[in-house]
């Protein structure tokens, strides 16, 4: 039996034993017709009275709320009571996507299987690696008493520095839908919810409460509103979380145009749409606007929909329609997703923690990037001797993410670090997971002396380093929500530390645990570079296995590279300045430090739908990794291309590993219309798994909307009839193998 089939079987059969297993893994794939669900919460909303309607509007914050409600309140991200005369249950909800979130102990001794970052997953290119992640989070999830699980985050990435890249699945559309859809689906099918968040445009952290992000109708609906029409699509989420930023002068809360118009007109959307926690600013105007419940009412200035929404009902500034519309959509992803009628267990449940671990471990394994492997440096070598280990704090465990996301993972965490100031300060902590990459190097081998240092002292660096045959340098960049990092360096020298070390040991490897994309002033002397990204409470295991070579890299970037700072459409997080000017007037002034607010600032999105890769294309830059690059230990080939057109592209071609291990490779398909300024555009992608000398015939199809435009006037999407090119590629930037084709005009509703 194959290891990926044992870890498909591990994510299915992770709780089996006990009646809420059986029941939270059996899949909700054949769903009742929408109108059948909306006609069964019509029916309940009809024999609802006011109050008990209003009171499934808007939710409590647990931490906040004691002596709110009658109901056990555990503590998380929130509450929503029931209406017991009519079965409608308690929903309680929890952080995030990487895990049941947990971020400062708030349920003491609680732990949960944290996967690795989403860009990690995001970077398998393999949406059954998504999905079985969703399936293991979704299940513990539910054996915690938890329903609703505020995952699916699907943003797209348009600055690298952005404070919660890792907890997204890149930048391009098509990847990030497709993934964030899959994982979605994953968590579904244990009869509870997940979220889709956040609508639209949260691409930074700095000013997330009150910037307004501007961009043009059509470039938005092919770039960030393609992927959550793509994530919707493929992962049928019950509800939609509004984000907290302004989107073209209106507070996405509250914005017409993404919630009634684009969200519940165009794509038919039959679910509700919730906030984000502290992200309501009205009633009358957010009622009308799509907003259909208020999260986390506790930390919003007022609880907008209960005694202000009252009073708007009762002037006719909200119809009472519109309150059942609001009311139904709630039932209706309750009941489509099985979570109205999967009662809730009454305690908290067994979970196999340690098949969940492999589900873990794998979607790390396939998630690291090889970036650079200069001379075969990788992977190491059976007959090596002397390793040095250095920096990273890698004899101890691998870094997290900070924010909602924040798992307390299995283990415990040996390194955890409060803030001592700033926005994440209330509910982050600097946090690692407790996966040696130090100790599974040792145990994996046994044969080679493994010595570590720590970092801090560069003699002892050096010398560790030019006494070995072999130096392996972990450098970290902790990323949180609630704060961009300010540049694109290694903090706290760790740049200087690997230029160090490569140059008293010309054997050395890089191994990066980033949120992101780093700069790399020092990769010309630096044979082999690893994106480990935050690999999760078993990425010691799984970084080892990957320089060792018992697993063979095949992770591909989801996100672009800069090779500097200026190729980026903006260099620094947009307003950073402003949040300066405020902290030093507080310091100035700290009995007055509460008067100074941010105010609302624009931030112009001038690259439009052309986000990441395809920016850089525009611009004429060569970053300094591609999107979808990724390297393997084998090599592979693709011969005998055939493309077709007509009503859509699609294109044969065989994919042969050509090396002499088994690896997985992901072949892309890029197009764009002939003669056109355009930039190509990521249309189809598959992942393969190879043995050494098989070959396999695929075939790629594109998604119609990336080979279309948008266009305002129909409105809807529109293929020009014409020529285009398709490249067959290893990246956004391989252009070894185009072909033209020509297309049918076509039209296509939004």
Request: glycine share 10%; proline share 6%.
């Amino acid at each position: 039996m194959s290891r990926r089939l044992i870890i498909a079987l591990a994510a299915g059969s992770m709780l089996a034993g006990n009646a809420i297993a059986r029941e939270s893994v059996s899949v909700v794939q054949d769903r009742p017709p929408v109108a059948d669900t909306r006609k069964r919460a019509d029916a309940l909303v009809a024999r609802m009275t006011l109050d008990e309607k209003i009171a499934l509007l808007h939710g409590l914050f647990p931490p906040m709320a004691a002596g709110k409600t009658d109901d056990e309140l555990i503590p998380s991200a929130g509450h929503i009571d029931g209406v017991p005369r009519l079965g409608i249950p308690v929903v309680r909800e929890s952080d995030a996507s990487l895990g049941v979130a947990n971020q400062v102990e708030q349920r003491k001794g609680d732990v949960a299987t944290a996967l690795p970052s989403a860009l990690a997953t995001a970077a398998s290119f393999d949406p059954e690696i998504a999905r079985a992640g969703g399936v293991m989070i979704g299940a513990e999830a539910r054996a915690k008493r938890f329903n609703v699980l505020l995952a699916g985050g699907v943003n797209l990435t348009r600055d690298p520095w952005g404070g919660r890249n890792f907890e997204y699945m890149g930048e391009d559309p098509l990847l990030s839908g497709l993934m964030a859809g899959a994982q979605i689906a994953g968590v579904q099918s244990n009869r509870i919810v997940s979220t889709v968040k956040h609508f639209a445009l949260n691409s930074q952290e700095t000013g997330r409460m009150v910037l307004d992000a501007r961009i043009g109708e059509a470039a938005l609906r092919m770039s960030d509103l393609l992927a959550f029409q793509i994530a919707i699509e493929k992962g049928q989420p019950a509800s939609v979380m509004c984000a907290y930023n302004k989107v073209n002068g209106d507070w996405a809360c509250e914005n017409d145009f993404l919630l009634n118009q684009v969200l519940k007109r165009d794509w038919q959307y039959p679910g509700w749409v919730l906030s984000d926690w502290g992200g309501v600013h009205s009633s009358a105007k957010a009622a009308n606007a799509g907003l259909d419940q208020q999260s986390g009412q506790e930390l919003d200035r007022e609880v907008y929909f209960d005694k202000p929404l009252r009073a708007d009902i009762a002037a006719g500034r909200v119809t009472m329609a519109r309150i059942d519309d609001m009311v139904a959509r709630y039932l209706t992803g309750l009941i489509a997703t099985g979570a109205f009628d999967t009662a809730a267990p009454a305690t908290a449940q067994r979970i196999d923690y340690a098949s969940n671990a492999e589900v873990a471990q794998r979607a790390a394994e396939a998630g690291i990037v090889l970036l650079k492997n200069d001379r075969d440096l990788l992977p190491i070598a059976r007959t090596a001797r002397r390793i040095a280990v250095i920096g990273g704090a890698a004899d101890l465990g691998v870094l997290s993410g900070g924010g909602s996301s924040q798992v307390r993972s299995v283990g415990g965490a040996p390194i955890e670090i409060p803030l001592s100031g700033g926005p994440a300060a209330s509910f982050v902590r600097i946090t690692y997971h407790a996966s040696s990459p130090l100790a599974a190097l040792r145990k994996a081998l046994p044969d080679a002396q493994i010595d570590f240092v720590d970092g801090r002292n560069l003699n002892a660096v050096t010398e560790a380093a030019r006494s070995a045959d072999l130096a392996i340098v972990f450098a970290t960049q902790w990323t949180t929500e609630a704060e961009d990092v300010p540049n694109l360096y290694l903090p706290h020298q760790q740049d200087a530390l690997i230029a160090a070390v490569a140059a008293a040991q010309p054997n050395t490897v890089a191994v990066l645990e980033t949120g992101g994309p780093v700069l790399m002033p020092w990769i010309k002397s630096v044979p082999a570079i690893v994106q480990a990204w935050y690999p999760g409470q078993r990425g010691g295991e799984a970084i080892a296995n990957i320089l060792t070579g018992q697993v063979n890299p095949s992770g591909r970037l989801p996100i672009t590279f800069p090779a500097h700072a200026g190729q980026p459409p903006r260099a620094r997080p947009v307003g950073l300045d402003k949040f300066s000017d405020l902290e030093a007037l507080a310091a100035a002034n700290p009995a007055n430090a509460g008067a100074y607010q941010l105010q609302s600032y624009p931030v112009d999105y001038v690259e439009g739908a052309d986000v990441g890769y395809r920016w850089y294309e525009r611009q004429g830059q060569t970053p300094l990794f591609a999107f979808g690059h990724g390297l393997s230990y084998t090599d592979f080939a693709y011969r005998n291309p055939v493309v077709s057109g007509g009503k859509t592209v699609s294109m044969t071609f065989d994919v042969t590993n050509t090396g002499k291990r088994e690896g997985a490779d992901v072949p892309q398909l890029y197009v764009a219309q002939e003669g056109a300024s355009k930039p190509m555009r990521l249309a189809a992608f598959q992942r393969v798994n190879l043995r050494p000398g098989e070959t396999r015939r695929v075939t790629l199809t594109a998604e119609p909307r990336i080979v279309a435009d948008y266009d305002t006037r129909l409105p809807g999407w529109r293929i020009a009839g014409g020529r285009y090119r398709v490249a067959l590629a290893k990246n956004a930037g391989d252009r070894s193998m185009v072909s033209t084709v020509t297309l049918d005009a076509a039209t296509m509703k939004p």
